[in-house]
């Protein structure tokens, strides 16, 4: 999952960029409001963490901007203790939560978890494929049973595939979600990854989840009746990588 990060406090962002890194997230940092909204129109983000006190352009104002034009991916506001006025303000305006400085940063990442479920419709806070389970708070991944010692870029590669469980995800769409704006295009990283995960989610066990769609992507297979229909595309389990 991929957050953008709006804070001009240096010592702060920097923080806060090492925590969301450390827990696999991709993270970008825009340290001014100008910045932050030329970055969240030009990249799928999938939450934004905005402080209000900006330079060049405040908090207020960026949101206005994304959600006038017609972004709306969540948002989690930063503000002052003393600053009530503008919680009320920027949920008005759109935001989906808040935190007042100074925080904790286990309250901040349980926020984060609670708002990136919200797209998808996650009820609980253990994400289930097929035979995986996946628990973001823990960064724990089992399938039958089994512990899946996952580096944290196959973690979080291979949680949004459960997350979409059932449609085909184009490597574009993977790399814009699990890696960063230094992510090179023209590499083959993601394919790469794919092979990673195959090895440990697939091939010790009998049943393979992870599909190569010709042409098209990738996707984590599920039963029929659990799964997105994909008409007209053939689907193949490729377990080498070129």
Request: aromatic share 6%.
């Amino acid at each position: 999952m991929r957050i953008l990060v709006v804070e001009d406090d240096a010592p702060l962002a920097s923080i806060l960029l090492r925590t969301l890194r450390e827990e696999s997230y991709a993270v970008d940092h825009a340290p001014d409001g100008q910045e932050a909204e030329w970055l969240a129109f030009e990249n799928p983000y999938d939450l934004i963490i905005l402080d209000l006190m900006l330079p060049r352009k405040n908090g207020m104002e960026v949101l206005k901007t994304l959600r006038d034009g017609g972004l709306t991916t969540p948002v989690l506001i930063l503000t002052a203790r003393d600053a009530k006025e503008d919680v009320v303000k920027g949920l008005d305006h759109g935001a989906d939560d808040y935190l007042t400085k100074p925080f904790n940063l286990d309250e901040l990442l349980a926020r984060v978890r609670a708002l990136l479920r919200r797209p998808g419709g996650e009820p609980a806070s253990i994400i289930e494929a097929g035979p995986l389970k996946i628990d973001p708070s823990r960064r724990e991944v089992t399938r039958e049973g089994q512990v899946l010692q996952l580096t944290a870029k196959e973690y979080a590669l291979l949680e949004y595939l459960a997350r979409h469980a059932g449609t085909v995800l184009s490597r574009t769409q993977l790399s814009e979600h699990v890696w960063d704006m230094n992510f090179e295009p023209t590499s083959n990283v993601v394919d790469v990854y794919i092979g990673y995960l195959r090895n440990k989610v697939d091939r010790p066990f009998e049943h393979a989840l992870i599909k190569t769609v010709r042409g098209h992507g990738y996707m984590l297979d599920l039963p029929v009746t659990q799964a997105k229909m994909v008409p007209s595309i053939a689907v193949e389990n490729v377990t080498n990588v070129s």
